[in-house]
């Protein structure tokens, strides 16, 4: 399958506004407040994405639906942190369309690129699907069509399309893309899981794929054995990375389809290989227990099953994500201590997915399918609730 970017017939800056910015007071520093961008995803007959605008990230702001932008039933925010644009990928005509943010949060929309053959990816976009590396280079990773879509994100036009299907391809699998994609140096590291095809199973072996953004190649691609859908990622100041099993991968071995065994790894700085693999099942006695979000260091919040909390009955794996029998974990992922369990706080739903806003961490949290927040991880005391809005908060970043 092919891949082409074709220049739409997007709006200029002389279409005007898409409407003001959702937030929880009366709108933004006219002197040029920080703004950012949430995606949401709301559930439904005929679900809806919606990417909104917010001043701030404390606990008292909500994303005002009526102000948001809309992105087809599973679309997608994303963009460069602090550049002023916003990216929305629409779900369902698997178009890109740029924004320009204004300093009091005003959204103009810009020119639209058709992203033919993106829309599968489109519909399950993460943050880990988009990579900038200056204003004129940008990536998209297509896991579907196992490719790398390189683009130009000022001018709104296609660079190259480049064929990786020798280090993401394995038979009968789908690859399943990490949330996040990493930059080491002039390197994206790449990590990703594979599911069935027919079913919901997963492959027992993940990879992470090295990329050189110089030459546009792939450099190396380490497999990963006995080590189910690694899907979170983290650098440390010392340059290490640590990858992960999503929580979800315990889910299914749970609830009878093919899943685990949910590992976390660590490369070197500057290598291509793991030195290290440890089982979280050796960690914390929970039956489940997967995921890793940076706190600081080597720290690192995991997702961990509170056994006492799943109703009897629960056969499936939306039911056991959604419930919330879910609880933080704070592991140090340097040492072989037992994760501490945060037993003090409220359980929530299971899956939860790593933001980077400025140089600190966060993630979403939701209690159930109707209504989710952003929380900070980077306080002692356990992450701290923040922004919140209607569905499953899928991304947030800092536009300006």
């Not at 749970?254 to 290290?276: K, M, N, Q, W």
């Not at 706190?295 to 961990?304: D, L, N």
């Amino acid at each position: 399958m092919t891949f082409a970017f074709v220049l739409g017939c997007g709006s200029s800056a002389e279409s005007g506004d898409t409407g003001g910015a959702g937030t929880g007071g009366a709108g933004g520093d006219v002197n040029g407040s920080q703004w950012f961008a949430v995606t949401t995803q709301i559930a439904g007959d005929a679900p809806v994405t919606l990417v909104g605008l917010v001043n701030s990230l404390g606990e008292d702001v909500t994303l005002d639906p009526a102000t948001a932008i809309e992105a087809g039933q599973r679309g997608f925010g994303f963009g460069p942190e602090g550049e002023g644009t916003l990216f929305v990928l629409d779900g369902e005509s698997a178009q890109i369309t740029r924004f320009d943010i204004d300093p009091l949060g005003v959204p103009r929309q810009g020119e639209i690129l058709s992203a033919q053959n993106l829309l599968q990816t489109a519909r399950g976009a993460t943050a880990g699907n988009f990579a900038f590396i200056d204003s004129n280079k940008a990536y998209a990773i297509d896991p579907l069509n196992q490719q790398i879509i390189i683009w130009d994100p000022e001018a709104m036009v296609l660079i190259e399309v480049v064929d990786v299907s020798d280090a993401m391809a394995l038979p009968e699998f789908a690859p399943v893309l990490g949330y996040n994609t990493q930059r080491r140096g002039n390197e994206l590291v790449i990590v990703m899981g594979y599911r069935r095809l027919t079913t919901i199973d997963y492959a027992t072996e993940s990879r992470i794929i090295f990329f050189d953004t110089d030459t546009d190649a792939v450099i190396d691609t380490t497999v990963v054995e006995d080590c189910a859908l690694l899907q979170h990622t983290f650098e440390t100041e010392d340059g290490d990375i640590y990858a992960a099993s999503d929580v979800f991968t315990a889910i299914a071995r749970l609830t009878g389809t093919a899943g685990g065994p949910e590992c976390f790894v660590r490369v070197p700085a500057g290598a291509y290989s793991t030195d290290s693999y440890t089982l979280f099942s050796s960690r914390t006695t929970s039956a489940a227990a997967g995921s890793i979000l940076q706190q600081s260091g080597t720290r690192a919040y995991i997702r961990v099953l509170d056994e006492a909390l799943v109703p009897e009955g629960m056969l499936t794996s939306g039911e056991l994500n959604g419930t919330p029998a879910w609880r933080w974990g704070l592991l140090d992922l340097a040492t072989s201590d037992q994760a501490t369990v945060l037993t003090d706080r409220e359980p929530q739903a299971a899956v939860a997915q790593p933001f980077i806003i400025g140089g600190a961490f966060y993630s979403n949290e939701f209690d159930d399918f109707d209504r989710s927040r952003v929380v900070s991880l980077s306080g002692a005391d356990g992450p701290t609730p923040g922004v919140n809005s209607v569905g499953i908060i899928r991304n947030v970043f800092r536009v300006r």
